[in-house]
């Protein structure tokens, strides 16, 4: 079941969207959340912090899984999703970073490395929630448009535009990593609810394409209409597609 609830815009979306976590939190002190990197989530990210530092929310039990990590990138590289989370959430709160989880980009062997990320997801309890962004081509984590649905953490050859976009972040086109690990879409739907947030224009179609076209591996993030329980958080522009 896909509920889609309309927000006047980022800000209202990010605080929706945060609402709904902080409830699954407080609901279940040891949740275990699944979470995104990308620009979508940060307004997110700002409110749980918030909860946090005005005491309405307690991560000391929150187990944490991201859906994807940079291959070859080391955890300091300012650039690796570790990173990321790390400045934008996990420093900021008083989750146990024992209990927080990444792909494990250094690990030159990708069949290794990606079977032991389902190990850990699996040793953790699979996600109760699991936070998603939506990319302009359907993508869902790394999980880009192909023939077939990937079900487990796999190792992708990131497409062309896919690195186009993260040039602006690297000194050279040639730092940019050419690879990723990423929770695959059954890995993805196996979280027990699932929440995605979409702002921007700039995504009309794509909201349009995936939430209201038909299933298909062409269009990643469609899959999730089979999902028991899925709520979108779209600002009006996002939505803008869609009666």
């Known amino acids: 079941m896909m509920r889609i609830i309309r927000t006047k815009d980022y800000e209202d979306m990010s605080k929706k969207a945060a609402n709904i976590i902080a409830a699954q939190i407080v609901l279940k002190p040891d949740s275990v959340l699944g979470l995104a990197t990308g620009s979508t989530p940060i307004g997110t990210y700002k409110n749980l912090v918030e909860g946090y530092r005005n005491g309405d929310l307690d991560f000391s039990q929150v187990k944490s899984v991201n859906l994807d990590e940079y291959r070859g990138l080391p955890r300091e590289n300012d650039q690796s999703y570790y990173y990321f989370m ?10 146990n970073l024992e209990n927080t989880h990444l792909p494990d980009g250094t690990e030159a062997d990708s069949e290794k490395a990606c079977m032991e990320y389902e190990a850990i997801i699996e040793a953790v309890g699979g996600q109760d929630l699991q936070l998603l962004g939506l990319g302009h081509n359907g993508h869902i984590g790394f999980n880009e448009p192909c023939e077939e649905f990937e079900k487990l953490t796999h190792c992708v050859n990131l497409t062309q535009s896919t690195i186009e976009a993260n040039k602006r972040f ?34 009309a179609q794509i909201v349009k394409d995936a939430f209201f ?16 329980d899925v709520t979108v958080v779209a600002d009006e522009a996002a939505l803008s597609k869609v009666e």
Do not use: C, E, W
């Open 86 to 95: 790390h400045d934008h959430l996990f420093r900021h709160v008083n989750i």
């Open 213 to 228: 076209g038909p299933v298909t591996p062409q269009v990643p993030a469609s899959i999730l209409q089979m999902h028991p």
């Open 170 to 203: 690297f000194a050279s086109a040639d730092d940019v990593p050419k690879q990723a690990y990423t929770m695959g879409i059954g890995t993805i739907m196996k979280a027990k609810k699932i929440l995605v947030v979409v702002s921007g224009a700039d995504k």
